[in-house]
């Protein structure tokens, strides 16, 4: 199936915030399990100013990866690819994940500031999708 430039750039820009968040984690986070399996092995980088520090080592991976997901629901639900209810759901998995590491099922620590983080980018976002939305001619 061949997309049109439009969700192309839109899987693109998708692609390379993730990327950010994972060199994000590289720069500044090197101990995480991805970077243990992987095998890579590198010095964390060292900011002096603390709410710079703060935002790159707890925050800034959250918001690319949330970014990330809002922009692939906002692309299969233009596309139709996804329903109503799979929108919900694929929105709620940032929340699940912290939940999920509050209850010890996956490695993590919980934070109700990462909880808030998301409703943000989430809310931001669907106040910006009727002026991302257009009309798609796409064929599927």
């Given at each position: ?136 001619y796409e064929k599927i």
């Amino acid at each position: 199936m061949k997309f049109s430039f439009r969700y192309q750039f839109i899987f693109s820009l998708t692609l390379l915030i993730l990327l950010s968040g994972v060199v994000n984690y590289l720069l500044f986070q090197p101990g995480i399990i991805l970077f243990k399996w992987i095998g890579i092995g590198v010095k964390p980088s060292v900011i002096k100013n603390n709410g710079i520090r703060l935002f790159f080592t707890g925050y800034f991976s959250d918001i690319a990866w949330c970014f990330s997901l809002c922009l692939i629901v906002f692309a299969l639900a233009e596309l139709k690819f996804i329903k109503p209810s799979g929108k919900i759901l694929l929105l709620s998995l940032p929340f699940i994940t912290e939940v999920l590491q509050y209850a010890g099922f996956i490695k993590g620590t919980f934070d109700w500031y990462d909880i808030l983080t998301y409703v943000i980018v989430i809310a931001l976002f669907v106040l910006l999708y009727p002026k991302l939305k257009t009309t798609v001619y796409e064929k599927i």
